[in-house]
């Protein structure tokens, strides 16, 4: 399975919680380059996720004061 594959490849670096690595890791395979989350640790972590997934974490927080 390629997200598993992926995940594994992933998991020393990222050192997320399996979910939480198993949902970036399945975003970056489907070609995501934002996502969004209240999950405070993949918030911690937004800086080494762009950097290995080129995937680009935004808080709702984040979200809000662009509409705001």
Request: glycine share 2%.
């Amino acid at each position: 399975n390629e997200v598993l594959e992926k995940a594994v490849l992933h998991t020393e670096r990222l050192r997320l919680r399996t979910l939480n690595l198993l949902h970036v890791v399945l975003s970056s395979i489907l070609g995501c380059k934002v996502f969004f989350t209240l999950d405070t640790d993949i918030i911690n972590k937004s800086e080494k996720i762009k950097e290995e997934l080129d995937i680009t974490v935004v808080t709702i927080n984040q979200l809000y004061s662009i509409f705001k």
